[in-house]
């Protein structure tokens, strides 16, 4: 699983700069991995060709260690799974985290007005 900001995805494709979707897309079929391109628009795709978009957040979550969360929603996601012996579903799963994390973030903001990743 590879979750990239648009930043990242830019690099990983060698300079190239497509929209979220795209670079998902490429990206996943370069490397062979699922990978979610981080944007107001969040995008995830199998290295297959499967994917989803998440409008899921708000323009406050766009700090440092944001990504640090998703990552670990998906990984804490994927290692549920795997206890309830189910298959991965990486498309699927991180699709669920990004929608976690993306609704918990336009909770705070709503409520808080701020949204700062603290460990």
């Not at 899921?56 to 996601?77: C, K, Q, R």
């Not at 918990?104 to 808080?112: F, K, M, Q, S, Y």
Request: with cysteine; aromatic share 4%; glycine share 14%.
């Amino acid at each position: 699983m590879l979750t990239p900001h648009r930043g990242e995805a830019k690099l990983l494709l060698g300079g190239e700069d497509l929209p979220p979707l795209k670079a998902a897309r490429e990206i996943a079929a370069r490397y062979g991995a699922t990978t979610v391109v981080k944007a107001p628009v969040d995008a995830v795709c199998t290295p297959e060709g499967r994917c989803r978009e998440s409008p899921w957040g708000a323009p406050e979550m766009s700090v440092g260690g944001t990504g640090d969360v998703l990552a670990g929603v998906i990984a804490g996601f994927l290692a549920r799974r795997r206890a309830l012996g189910l298959p991965p579903d990486p498309l699927n799963t991180a699709a669920a985290a990004l929608y976690t994390v993306g609704r918990a973030g336009e909770v705070l903001v709503a409520e808080e007005g701020w949204c700062i990743p603290q460990g």
